[in-house]
């Protein structure tokens, strides 16, 4: 059987290089091809953002990451943050404003 007739691994069950993408500050070209990955990776990445030990990675990189996704996703990111650790909101503050500016006509939809 050759690689090309393996089937494809889904999205939900891939590692997700958050280190890599952080690192670069960029997803490569199509990796979000759909609504249902984009949410996936954000319902992740709050997690590993959340996991990983202080200073693995920046505000500034986070955000370059959010900004590649669609604003629905991004407020995703920020809905599911404050859901699941609402203490951490505080230390996403400038992140979350900063983005508030973009995407302020979409709250209410």
Known sequence: MTSSQQPSIPFAAQAIPFEEFLASGKLPDGYLASEYMAQQFVERLVHYVLSVPTGSYTMAQLGQLLEQINPRVQILFFKRL????????????????????????????
């Open 82 to 109: 404050k859901e699941t650790s609402p203490e951490c909101l505080k230390d996403f503050a400038p992140l979350y404003y900063g983005f508030m500016n973009e995407f302020h006509s979409l709250l209410f939809t």
